[in-house]
Nanobody
Framework: QVQLVESGGGLVQPGGSLRLSCAAS????????MGWYRQTPGKERELVAS???????NYANSVKGRFTISRDNAKNTMYLQMNTLKPEDTAVYYC??????????WGQGTQVTVSS
């Protein structure tokens, strides 16, 4: 059974930094497409950043230059380094993993709040 566990969320002041982690189990992590999504109340979940099994990355325009996605296949873990955080980055952040057969899995989410 695939499990994704996020950690690293919290409260940070504008301009600050956080690093999110997503630990995966029960899947061949190194081959999976991985992504970070976020959602605020009343809005659809949106893609923040993604990384393929080969390491190709993609970012939402709103976070380009501020966020960095990475993965450590030896640790079955994906990261999202978030710098220069803004109040509009406040959301629940979700980890997503998709296997080579197209099955998708979600983590439980971690709250990020950017506020002074």
């Amino acid at each position: 059974q695939v499990q994704l566990v996020e950690s690293g969320g919290g409260l940070v002041q504008p301009g600050g930094s956080l690093r999110l982690s997503c630990a995966a189990s029960g899947t061949i992590f190194s081959r999976n497409f991985m992504g970070w999504y976020r959602q605020t109340p009343g809005k659809e979940r949106e893609l923040v950043a993604s990384i393929t099994g080969g390491g190709r990355t993609n970012y939402a325009n709103s976070v380009k230059g501020r966020f960095t996605i990475s993965r450590d296949n030896a640790k079955n873990t994906m990261y999202l380094q978030m710098n220069t955080l803004k109040p509009e980055d406040t959301a629940v952040y979700y980890c997503y993993s998709e296997t080579v057969t197209g099955r998708g899995y979600w983590g439980q989410g971690t709250q990020v709040t950017v506020s002074s």
